[in-house]
């Protein structure tokens, strides 16, 4: 999403972050093969992960989660119902993969798991920044 939003000159008005629901990888990066397929799209996946605190919905106007747990997990921590009604599926944005529910977990789907999870992001992060920009009334 960072790329995207850079790519278009909107690094000054749009902030972007990422969290994970959990702090079993706090402080680490990225698997080393979502940093090499990143990679070979151009990203650079070389930031420190972090776990998501009820902090965060008073950050950022939008919460936007890849699966179902992670739905589940984030709305649970929220306080009240705007901030409910803030936490969004990745999915929701996309596209051109219209058939996808869910950001599948990569670990286990090998390199093509990899491209997947990036093809789907791509799409959807296009999509997200589009709606970010209507949000906002940028022209």
């Not at 739905?71 to 058939?99: C, P, Q, W």
Request: glycine residues 8%; charged residues 35%.
């Amino acid at each position: 999403m960072r790329h995207i939003v850079e790519r278009r000159g909107l690094e000054d008005r749009i902030k972007i972050d990422s969290a994970g629901v959990s702090g079993w990888h706090e402080g680490e990066l990225p698997d080393r093969r979502m940093r090499s397929h990143g990679a070979d799209h151009g990203y650079d996946f070389s930031s420190r992960s972090r776990q998501f605190s009820r902090d965060d919905f008073k950050r950022f106007d939008h919460i936007v989660v890849m699966d179902d747990d992670n739905y589940s997990d984030i709305t649970a921590m929220a306080r009240n119902k705007d901030e409910r009604s803030r936490v969004v599926m990745m999915t929701d944005f996309l596209r051109n993969h219209t058939g996808h529910t869910s950001v599948p977990d990569p670990y286990y789907g090998g390199d093509r798991g990899f491209e997947l999870v990036i093809e789907l992001l791509e799409d959807a992060c296009e999509g997200l920044l589009e709606q970010v920009i209507k949000d906002l009334d940028i022209r």
